[in-house]
């Protein structure tokens, strides 16, 4: 099964992608100083809850990233569907082959996706050159609560070193990047983004019973539900990081 496939199954009940909140989300984007007029870029948009909002709220033009057509495709009619102050375009690409445009947008947003472009450090200098002087950044990654983290939890860190959230707020300042908000998530936010994978999951398996990707759909699924509950529950924490970008 590809696994663009399996990630539009699993994450089919989805609104947003992340184990934050509607709250959580909606705080940081009081912190990221929208306005009208302003261009804002999300990789690794998924099903664009966030651009969707935004241009609900403010006439901003949003452009979203995103390389599983189902959830472009969702990201659209949702859009069309809403009354919006702002305009939507979703590219439908690998992010790593969209040529970044210099200092082109206000307000740079990564949320749970630095792995479209790599590591953390690859997507922050990806993303920040793109974010003009005195714009705004938001990130969204995992950290380690404490180190040595477990083998089954270190593999979530994307090609990049394991970093604490001390790491992570240093990496951003040594970037230019001020930090201006940290949001992190609760165990309730994780279990809840977990649960609506493992729900889609078994509502699947339910409702194909002879498919012929069904045991490799399993052996999917079940590390997720097994590495969740045995190590990265307690080993990893989560948050929103909101920066200033510095000259
Ligand atoms: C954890 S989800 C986060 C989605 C969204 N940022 C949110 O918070 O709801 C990561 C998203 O990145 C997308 N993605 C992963 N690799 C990508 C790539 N190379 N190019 C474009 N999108 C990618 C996935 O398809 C998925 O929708």
Redesign the pocket.
Known sequence: MKL?DF?SII?AN?T???P?SEAKLDQMISYCNVADGQRIL?????????LRRLISRYAVQADG????DS?ADEADTLAAAQPSKGSLTITK????TVSPKPAHYDLG?????S???GSFEEMLAWLRPQIRIGGMMAV?DIYARATPVPPESAKHFSGGAVRSLQDTAKMLDENGLRLVGLIDSSLDDWDRYESLHWHAADAWLQNNPDHPERNEFEALIEPFKRDHIHSDRESLGWSLFVCRVLA
């Open positions: 663009t990630f994450e989805h947003f992608q992340n934050t999300d990789v690794g948009c998924g099903k664009a809850w966030l990233i995103e390389f599983i959830f690409a690998d992010a790593r947003l990564c949320i749970g996706a792995f479209a472009i969204g």
